[in-house]
């Protein structure tokens, strides 16, 4: 028997559970399926940092706030910034933005992922959105005008259209054949929290270093403000030694790292190490298909973006449909998918070129190049309009923004 809907989001990560979401209500008959549970967790406010944490914008604040998913972030945790430090371990080059420079409260909130995966889950259970648990995908061909998905399981779905939602690795991407451009970023990311004996003082801080740049991202418990989530860039022969410390010289390698900025590191919880990949789909759309988020594209972690591009993502295609919708146009048709393309896919391609040209920059070693990231990071911190539009941008407080996203 084959369960049929209008709209088949495959993967209920962050950016498909968003994506629901935002067609709730629509009259379209939508099915949100995962190869994991979908149940949400009790939340232990005592219970260790997650490893994996997002930089949250304010224009992913207010998408994840129009659809009722942010309440339950902030009941259960997330930690705001108000400031940016970046500073080059080579030199004496150096850049703070701050949220004051445009009369903003924060600059943005690091929040575990899991935390936000958890607010999102519960909205879904809360509205009629149809939920497909721990339904892997095995096969998917054309049938008709529709996509015919066949589950490990056995069971067979059934859309005129599919939005690819599940990941860098994506299997509908995959299976379906949609290309990519790639490469290999010859960087691992060690990702943990630590704890350090000065406060972080709401700033997002990061240095770079000669292997990589270096991340402390501010995390707030039970009112203490000395933790921070780290994401550390370095060679993969440099990072499996950094993996193979025990805890006490780990710390002490990274207080050297970080220069001593926040004092002492005093502990580390358990350590993550993740190659770093970029990838790119040539198109995101096809008939009766999108990509959104990291199964579209994956990008650099030093600027905590890949998350909000996903969000972008995810509430202009909602945007695009529901607007199609509205003027009895067939969803599934490309000319109607590319309209979501052709919003997302230059502000994506932009992010990701100036990501790489920046860490690009900040590794190259001959003197001039030292002398030119010096010179310029300099030059740049004493330009407040200049820092200002990036702060802007970066609080997606300008741009093409869908209206989920809109102040």
Same mark, same amino acid.
């Given at each position: ?180 451009? !790639? ?54 022969? !440099?990072? !499996? ?117 920046? !860490? ?48």
């Amino acid at each position: 028997m084959e369960m049929r809907a209008d709209v088949l989001i495959v993967g209920a990560g962050m950016v498909g559970s968003a994506l629901a979401l935002a067609l709730q209500g629509s009259g379209l008959e939508v099915l949100l399926l995962d190869g994991g549970s979908l149940s949400v967790k009790p939340f232990d406010d005592q219970a260790p940092f997650e490893p994996r944490v997002s930089a949250l914008s304010a224009a992913s604040q207010r998408i994840l706030g129009r659809l009722g998913a942010w309440d339950g972030i902030a009941r259960r945790r997330s930690s705001p910034y108000c400031d940016m430090q970046v500073w080059d371990g080579s030199g004496t080059g150096q850049i703070h933005f701050s949220a004051s420079s445009v009369h903003a409260e924060v600059l943005g909130h690091i929040v575990e992922n899991r935390v936000v995966q958890d607010a999102l889950l519960e909205r879904l259970h809360e509205c009629d959105i149809g939920l497909l648990a721990n339904a892997r995908l095995e096969q998917m061909r054309r049938s008709g005008d529709d996509w015919l998905l066949t589950l490990a399981d056995g069971r067979q779905l059934r859309a005129p259209l599919v939005i690819a939602a599940d990941g860098a690795n994506s299997a509908v991407r995959r299976l379906t054949g949609c290309t990519t451009r !790639e490469w290999d970023y010859l960087h691992h990311a060690i990702v943990t929290s630590v704890r350090s004996s000065q406060p972080h003082q709401l700033t997002a801080w990061q240095r770079f270093t000669d292997t990589g740049p270096l991340a402390f991202l501010p995390l707030v418990r039970d009112g203490q403000h000395d933790w921070c989530s780290i994401v550390w860039s370095t060679t993969p022969s !440099e990072a !499996e030694r950094l993996m193979a410390l025990d805890d006490e010289s780990f710390c002490a390698e990274l207080e050297r790292a970080f220069e001593g900025r926040l004092g002492s590191v005093i502990s580390a919880d358990p350590r993550l190490c993740v190659p770093l990949r970029q990838r790119h789909a040539k198109r995101y759309v096809a008939e009766g298909l999108a990509l959104i988020g990291d199964a579209a594209h994956t990008i650099h972690p030093l600027a905590g973006q890949g998350v909000n591009l996903g969000f972008l993502d995810a509430a202009v295609l909602a945007e695009v449909l529901l607007q199609a919708a509205s003027r009895g146009e067939r969803l599934a048709e490309v000319k109607v998918l590319s309209r979501f393309e052709r919003r997302r896919m230059p502000h994506n391609l932009a992010l990701m070129a100036a990501m790489e040209g920046f !860490e690009r920059l900040f590794q190259a070693d001959p003197l001039p190049m030292r002398w030119l990231r010096n010179t310029g990071l300099k030059v740049i911190d004493q330009m407040p309009e200049a820092k200002a539009l990036f702060v802007r941008q970066a609080l997606g407080l300008s741009g093409d923004l869908p209206e989920l996203a809109r102040a």
